[in-house]
T-cell receptor, first 113, second 111 residues
C-alpha cells in the first residue's frame, strides 16, 4: 500500500537552531502534501499545504518564514522549523493525498530546549 | 468553518465489550470521512474511509457508518481488545485540502 516515510521520528534541538523534517512518498507520487501540528491533548491542526514545484499555502496564524516548506519533487516534501523556540515543541505529521484518501507519515516529535 | 466533535473524549471498557465512538461535524458538504487511530507518540493509522455516497464501511471488527445529512459518523468496535487502546480520530474531508480532524476519543481497553 501507499507509504509515507517521515524522518526523524524524534528530535531534540537547542533554542535558536533550525530543524528539518522530511516526508517521502515511497511508492507513489504525491503532488500535494500536508503538514500538521499537534499540541498535547489537542487535535491535529493543518499548518500548510505544499504542492510540488510551487509555493506552499499556509493556514492562518502559521508563520511562513518560520516554518519553511519545500516540495521540490513528487516524492519529497520538507518542513524546516527555523530559529526554533520551546513553544515550537510539538508533534509534526505530514500526509500525502491519494485518490481515495490520505496517507500519513509516522510523525516527528520535536522538543526544543 | 468545519467543526468536528467526538464523544466521548475518553472511554475505558473491559476487554470483550462492544463499543461505539461518535463523531459529529457541522458542515455536511463532505466528500468522504476517514477514521484514524493514533498510538501515543506515533503517527496516524487509517482505519476506514467512507465515501459520501456510502453509508458504512467494515474492516474486521470495525464498522463505520456515515449519515452525511445529519453530520454524524460512528465507529463501532466489536469484541474490544487491549490492543485497541489508542486515540481514535475522525476526519471529514470537505474537498481538496480541507480535512478537519476531530478532538479524538481516547480508548482504554482493560484486560
Amino acid at each position: 500500500g501507499a507509504v509515507v516515510s517521515q524522518h526523524p521520528s524524534w528530535v531534540i534541538c537547542k533554542s535558536g537552531t533550525s530543524v528539518k523534517i522530511e516526508c517521502r512518498s515511497l511508492d507513489f507520487q504525491a503532488t500535494t502534501m500536508f503538514w500538521y501540528r499537534q499540541f498535547p491533548k489537542q487535535s491535529l491542526m493543518l499548518m500548510a499545504t505544499s504542492n510540488e514545484g510551487s509555493k506552499a499555502t499556509y493556514e492562518q496564524g502559521v508563520e511562513k518564514d518560520k516554518f519553511l516548506i519545500n516540495h521540490a519533487s513528487l516524492t519529497l516534501s520538507t518542513l524546516t522549523v527555523t530559529s526554533a523556540h520551546p513553544e515550537d515543541s510539538s508533534f509534526y505529521i505530514c500526509s500525502a493525498a491519494r485518490g481515495d484518501g490520505y496517507t500519513f507519515g509516522s510523525g516527528t516529535r520535536l522538543t526544543v530546549v | 468553518k468545519q467543526e468536528v466533535t467526538q464523544i466521548p473524549a475518553a472511554l475505558s471498557v473491559p476487554e470483550g465489550e462492544n463499543l461505539v465512538l461518535n463523531c459529529s461535524f457541522t458542515d455536511s458538504a463532505i466528500y468522504n470521512l476517514q477514521w484514524f487511530r493514533q498510538d501515543p507518540g506515533k503517527g496516524l493509522t487509517s482505519l476506514l474511509l467512507i465515501q459520501s455516497s456510502q453509508r458504512e464501511q467494515t474492516s474486521g471488527r470495525l464498522n463505520a457508518s456515515l449519515d452525511k445529512s445529519s453530520g454524524r459518523s460512528t465507529l463501532y468496535i466489536a469484541a474490544s481488545q487491549p490492543g485497541d487502546s489508542a486515540t481514535y480520530l475522525c476526519a471529514p474531508d470537505g474537498g481538496y485540502q480541507k480535512v478537519t480532524f476531530g478532538t479524538g476519543t481516547k480508548l482504554q481497553v482493560i484486560p
